[in-house]
């Protein structure tokens, strides 16, 4: 079992910036990749970025340069950086993490709870 709780999530101007963070806990997550998701209201859940163990990363289009996603191993933690917010990115937030092919097609095992980010203009 993997246990996922998220943080950091809040309101911001459009133009400024906010970490969320995603602390794992259970014996295999280090093996899986680690992803961050989101979903806005009335809009279906997208996928924002991924990490793979190897600490490999891919971006939606719609955050690449603006998104970093890490992970600090040692604090069981991930991250998500986020700067130059737009409203449009007014979301929940989850994280999420499974294999890897798992993670991709949205069907990860492990979720956290989710945490709002809210970007007025």
């Known amino acids: 079992q993997v246990q996922l709780v998220e943080s950091g999530g809040g309101s911001v101007q459009a133009g400024g910036s906010l970490r969320v963070s995603c602390a794992a806990s259970g014996s295999t997550y280090s093996s899986y990749s680690m992803a961050w998701f989101r979903q806005a209201p009335g809009k279906e859940r997208e996928g924002v970025a991924i990490i793979d163990s190897s600490g490999s990363t891919s971006y939606a289009d719609s955050v690449k340069g603006r998104f970093t996603i890490s992970k600090d191993n040692a604090k069981n933690t991930l991250y998500l950086q986020m700067n130059s917010l737009k409203p449009e990115d007014t979301a929940i937030y989850y994280c999420?993490?499974?294999?890897?092919?798992?993670?991709?097609?949205?069907?990860?095992?492990?979720w956290g709870q989710g945490t709002q980010v809210t970007v007025s203009s």
């Open positions: 999420a993490a499974d294999k890897r092919s798992a993670v991709v097609a949205g069907a990860a095992r492990y």
